[in-house]
T-cell receptor, first 118, second 115 residues
Framework: ETGVTQTPRHLVMGMTNKKSLKCEQH?????MYWYKQSAKKPLELMFV???????ENNSVPSRFSPECPNSSHLFLHLHTLQPEDSALYLC?????????????????FGAGSRLTVL | GENVEQHPSTLSVQEGDSAVIKCTYS??????FPWYKQELGKRPQLIID?????GEKKDQRIAVTLNKTAKHFSLHITETQPEDSAVYFC??????????????FGSGTQLTVLP
């Protein structure tokens, strides 16, 4: 399989559950991302693993925790979520330049995991 | 950090007409500006991008223009077709400089092409 694949595609969970979203990229990229997409809002960057460095958006609650065991796999662990966390969670990957200043950052997105928190 | 504003939030055009979506950005150092298209129920996909060393780029029916002085860039779609109906996102990225290097997205424009 090629590209970026995400599982599960749909997830319904209660506020006390613990679940994980999985992402796998087959593009040989060196950076992976989690984005949150809510209705009528910008794509919100949650976490980045780039060149073995983790970058996070400080506004993301601690009930979301990422894990990146290698450059091809990315997880988002979910626990004690709130109904407002219901959204589409998109994984993406890109090939980051080690040096240089061109700024280009072409993201390849997965199909997303639609999360509903009851 | 970077802030990107996108207008309009919704846009309806007749098939064959042109569509224009505009974005402004706040960080004058940003030097990369992509546009992504997200069809209903599908993933966002890059359709065109522009770097700050050029003012315009075209690819068939789509074009992007950049005005660095005014800090705004626009997506132009000519001869629109029903398959152009989607949500379009603009984004901006500053040069490589630590954690601030990531893309900042606009809030999206829902384009509907009416037959």
């Amino acid at each position: 399989e090629t590209g970026v694949t995400q599982t599960p595609r749909h997830l319904v969970m209660g506020m006390t559950n613990k679940k994980s979203l999985k992402c796998e990229q087959h593009l040989g990229h060196n950076a992976m991302y989690w984005y949150k997409q809510s209705a009528k809002k910008p794509l919100e960057l949650m976490f980045v693993y780039s060149l073995e460095e983790r970058v996070e958006n400080n506004s993301v609650p601690s009930r979301f925790s990422p894990e990146c065991p290698n450059s091809s796999h990315l997880f988002l662990h979910l626990h004690t979520l709130q109904p407002e966390d219901s959204a589409l969670y998109l994984c993406a990957s890109s090939q980051e330049e080690v040096r240089g200043n061109s700024g280009a950052n072409v993201l390849t997105f997965g199909a997303g995991s639609r999360l509903t928190v009851l | 950090g970077e802030n990107v504003e996108q207008h309009p939030s919704t846009l309806s055009v007749q098939e064959g007409d042109s569509a224009v979506i505009k974005c402004t950005y706040s960080d004058s150092a940003s030097n990369y500006f992509p546009w992504y298209k997200q069809e209903l129920g599908k993933r966002p996909q890059l359709i065109i991008d522009i770097r700050s060393n050029v003012g315009e780029k075209k690819d068939q029916r789509i074009a992007v223009t950049l005005n660095k002085t005014a800090k705004h860039f626009s997506l132009h779609i000519t001869e629109t077709q029903p398959e152009d109906s989607a949500v379009y996102f603009c984004a901006a990225r500053p040069p490589i400089s630590g954690s601030a290097r990531q893309l900042t997205f606009g809030s999206g424009t829902q384009l509907t092409v009416l037959p």
